[in-house]
C-alpha cells in the first residue's frame, strides 16, 4: 500500500466523521442532506480506494 493512498484514506475518515457530525448538529433539512452527503460520499470514496489496491495487487500477479 502506498503512502498515498493511507493519505487519503485517513483524510476520508476525517471529512465522513466530520459530515455525520456536522449532520447531526444541523436544525434545517439542507444541513442535515449536505452532513449526509458528505458522509455516503466518504464512504464511496473508501470503496474506491480499496478496490483500486487489490486492482493493483492483482495486476502484479499476473
Not at 483524510?11 to 465522513?16: D, P, S
Amino acid at each position: 500500500m502506498g503512502m498515498d493512498r493511507l493519505i487519503f484514506g485517513v483524510l476520508t475518515i476525517v471529512v465522513g466523521l466530520f459530515g455525520l457530525f456536522y449532520a447531526s448538529g444541523s436544525f434545517d433539512g439542507y444541513s442535515y442532506f449536505i452532513g449526509l452527503v458528505l458522509f455516503i460520499g466518504a464512504v464511496l470514496f473508501m470503496f474506491h480506494l480499496i478496490k483500486g489496491y487489490y486492482d493493483q495487487l492483482e495486476s502484479e500477479d499476473h
